[in-house]
């Protein structure tokens, strides 16, 4: 296929950055493959593309590829990514971000953002814990596992990201694993095309900070950990609660359409004033 | 061939998991980065389904081989066809 025999990632990134700064074995190497595999499958123009990011080891993966990125204000992603797509509706405007900046600190941007229905494409990468700062216990770390916050173990119950932002109105939304990586590739793809807001959760290893702290000491021991935790959603509407506790349900949550955001804005704007824009500039005629 | 670049790869073993067929193995010894490298043990099992591509964090890995029957269809050149089919 390929004429040369490069690594088929390599072209869409910056070489001169790398190898990254990710811990062997961490999950968002393998996040950015398959979104750059999952870009080529929906025949997306690359140059088109802007990356926005918050904080974390997860928003950093805008950093090392070759496009248009903003990386933001912890939590704020989805914020600015609701600026940028509404002033520019025609980019194709990707969000990472982890599960402490679109989940705890960034929980209201996440759910408002799917309830108006906006047009990005959000892949958060849920590792389960704040990798960046030293493993502190996030909003989707699993009840019972420990984290340098919880050094008794989890006591709360955690957010199912899938599910919340489906419920709270996204179009497509879904969860896979950094084990399941056809799915997840397929997935993105979905999103991307989908025109409104579209979740796609990847439960993913952090062997550093989660590894460490729970006695799965190799990259390949979280992999495996998670592999065998894994339910589908068909298989999992027959289970019980007790029995899908502390289990990975992947699958589809939500894949529908309604009316998008920006859409919206157009419609009235023309409806109102009779043009796309309501903005009032001088330089209207150049926008 | 699969070609494992030495400078990119951080030694997780994540290609040995995630190759369905085994193709890979870890060698005995530590290159000057501490990094103990996978090898190619089992080339001819290869069906080039380009999982370990996508799989291996550091983008070190490529699988150069000749076509494979899915790819012929559209020059689509990930995955075999048949794996996808899984439910959702
Ligand atoms: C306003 C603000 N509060 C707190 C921090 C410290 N901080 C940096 S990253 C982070 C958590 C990152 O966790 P997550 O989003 O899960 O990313 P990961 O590193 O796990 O990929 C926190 C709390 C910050 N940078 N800014
Ligand atoms: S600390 Fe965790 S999330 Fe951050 S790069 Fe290392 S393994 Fe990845
Ligand atoms: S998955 Fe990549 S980085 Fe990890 S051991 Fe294999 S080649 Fe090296
Ligand atoms: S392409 Fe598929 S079969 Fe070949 S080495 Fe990679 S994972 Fe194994
Ligand atoms: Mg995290």
Redesign the interface.
């Given at each position: 296929m390929s004429e040369s025999k490069q690594n088929r990632f390599l072209q869409y990134m910056r070489e001169d950055r790398l190898p990254h700064i990710f811990c062997p074995g961490c999950g968002n190497g393998a996040i950015i493959n398959a979104f750059l595999a999952a870009m080529e499958k929906a025949g997306m123009d690359f140059d088109n593309i802007a990356m926005v990011s918050g904080i974390g080891c997860s928003s950093r993966i805008p950093g090392y590829l070759d496009c248009d990125s903003l990386h933001t204000t912890h939590g704020r992603a989805l914020s600015f990514a609701t600026g940028l797509k509404t002033a520019n509706k025609d980019l194709d405007v990707v969000v990472f971000t982890g599960d402490g900046d679109a989940a705890s600190i960034g929980g209201n941007h996440l759910i408002h953002a799917a309830r108006r229905n906006i047009n990005l494409t959000v892949i958060c990468i849920n590792n389960n814990i704040y990798g960046m700062t030293g493993g502190q216990i996030s909003p989707t770390s699993p009840k019972g596992s420990f984290g340098t916050t919880a050094p008794y173990g989890n006591q709360d119950t955690p957010f199912k990201l899938a599910e919340l932002v489906a419920a709270a109105g996204a179009t497509y939304s879904a969860r896979w694993t950094t084990v399941q990586i056809e799915n997840l590739v397929l997935a993105i793809k979905e999103g991307l095309e989908n025109p409104g807001f579209s979740f796609i959760e990847v439960a993913t290893q952090c062997p550093t900070y989660f590894g460490r702290k729970n006695k799965l000491k190799t990259p390949t021991a979280m992999a495996a950990v998670m592999k065998a935790n894994t339910v589908f959603k068909s298989a999992a509407e027959r289970m019980s609660a007790k029995e899908l506790e502390g289990k990975i349900v992947v699958g589809e949550f939500a894949n529908t359409t309604k009316d998008e955001f920006t859409e919206n804005i157009d419609k009235i704007s023309v409806e109102k004033s009779g043009k796309k824009t309501v903005i009032n500039s001088a330089y209207e005629t150049e926008l | 061939?699969i070609?494992i670049?030495e400078?990119?790869c951080?030694?997780?073993?994540?290609c040995?998991?995630?190759c369905y067929k085994n193709v890979y193995a870890i060698s005995p010894e530590i290159n000057k980065k501490g990094v103990q490298l996978p090898f190619v043990k089992f080339e001819e099992r290869c069906t080039k389904c380009g999982?370990c591509?996508?799989?291996?964090?550091?983008?070190?890995?490529?699988v150069?081989l000749p076509?494979n029957w899915w790819?012929k269809e559209g020059?689509?050149?990930?995955?075999n066809p048949n794996?996808?089919k899984?439910?959702?």
């Open positions: - | 061939m070609i670049d400078e990119l951080k030694g997780c073993h994540l040995l998991f995630m999982t591509e996508v799989a291996c964090p550091d983008q070190a890995i490529t150069d076509e790819m020059n689509d050149v990930n995955f794996f996808t899984g439910k959702k």
